[in-house]
Nanobody
Framework: VQLQASGGGLVQAGGSLRLSCIAS????????RGWYRQVPGKQRELVAT???????SYGDSVKGRFTISRDVAANTWYLQMNSLEPEDTAVYYC?????????WGQGTLVTVSS
């Protein structure tokens, strides 16, 4: 499975962005889809995941501001990011799991200016 992330960019604090991740195959077979982010020098951290059954998890720092959703027919999932803060600046990676296999997209840079 190949994942293609898009939607990153430069935004002012308080603004919004929507990230998209398109999978190269039907995502119905994926157990988990989600987003992680990474800042240079730090570990990659969970942003949000959505399981095949619909269960959703968010990282503590984004709860109430970010929303993950999916469009199974379009093989795509999204991350709506509202009330962005400079601390949200990172490379965002889309992520998927199918059985024992883990897939990562190439990352899209989000920069939030103060």
């Amino acid at each position: 499975v190949q994942l293609q992330a898009s939607g990153g960019g430069l935004v002012q604090a308080g603004g919004s962005l929507r990230l998209s991740c398109i999978a190269s195959r039907n995502i119905f077979s994926l157990n988990v889809r989600g987003w992680y982010r990474q800042v240079p020098g730090k570990q990659r951290e969970l942003v949000a995941t959505i399981a095949s059954g619909g269960n959703i998890s968010y990282g503590d720092s984004v709860k109430g501001r970010f929303t993950i959703s999916r469009d199974v027919a379009a093989n795509t999932w999204y991350l709506q990011m509202n009330s962005l803060e400079p601390e949200d600046t990172a490379v965002y990676y889309c992520h998927a799991v199918r059985g024992p296999y883990v897939y990562w997209g190439q990352g899209t840079l989000v920069t939030v200016s103060s």
